[in-house]
Nanobody
């Protein structure tokens, strides 16, 4: 069973930066996609950024120009550099990795809180 372990969340003031990291426990597999989602209280989980071997990189409109996703395929890690953070970025951030539509994995989530 693949496990995704996230790190890097925390509390930051508006305008600040955080870097999230996610590493997969299994290095045998190569993931077609790796990315980040987030869920704020009372809201549905939403895509933040994803890197796909087929479709390239995609960002939510709300984070374009502020967040940067990067991926190390050899290490099965994915990072999310978050700059110019806003209070509305406050959420639990989840790492996601997929080998196929039938093999999708989630991390346990890491809290990001941006104070105004």
């Amino acid at each position: 069973q693949v496990q995704l372990v996230e790190s890097g969340g925390g509390l930051v003031q508006a305008g600040g930066s955080l870097r999230l990291s996610c590493i997969a426990s299994e290095n045998r597999f190569r993931f077609n996609t790796m990315g980040w989602y987030r869920q704020a209280p009372g809201k549905q989980r939403e895509l933040v950024a994803v890197m796909s071997r087929v479709d390239g990189t995609n960002y939510a409109d709300s984070v374009k120009g502020r967040f940067t996703i990067s991926r190390d395929n050899a290490q099965n890690t994915v990072h999310l550099q978050m700059n110019s953070l806003k209070p509305e970025d406050t959420a639990v951030y989840y790492c996601n990795a997929a080998r196929s539509p039938l093999h999708v994995y989630w991390g346990q989530g890491t809290q990001v809180t941006v104070s105004s």
